[in-house]
């Protein structure tokens, strides 16, 4: 079976977040309802954990390429503890960011 198409998935699903999790910090910045100096961080790690992610599914080796992936996902579901903003994190980009994961764990990298 050939890896090509899971590598596309596991890449497409991780920009799709990456692109979503920047519109999400632009968007909650903009519209300036938070405390920038303690909701600022937890906001950049959620939204720096897809790029993460599409770092990871474009590593060679599929056992560093699902660690990074995993790192990130895990990353990326501690939004969940937040009522604020970041529960919308852990709605769109935890869902790709587990199909990135699955896709990466299930190919045949390098």
Do not use: K
Not at 13 to 29: E, K, Q, S
Request: net charge positive; aromatic share 8%; with cysteine.
């Amino acid at each position: 079976m050939n890896s090509l198409p899971q590598r596309r998935v596991a890449t497409l699903a991780a920009v799709l977040a990456c692109a979503a999790a920047t519109t999400f910090l632009i968007a909650i910045l903009v519209a300036g309802h938070i405390d920038l100096a303690r909701g600022f961080p937890f906001l950049l790690a959620w939204t720096i954990a897809p790029y993460l992610a599409l770092f990871g599914t474009r590593r060679p080796s599929r056992s560093t390429a699902t660690a990074l992936v995993a790192v990130a996902l895990v990353l990326e579901l501690s939004s969940y503890i937040s009522m604020g903003g970041g529960f919308i994190y852990a709605l769109v980009c935890g869902p790709l960011l587990l199909v990135a994961l699955v896709a990466t764990a299930s190919s045949r990298m390098g």
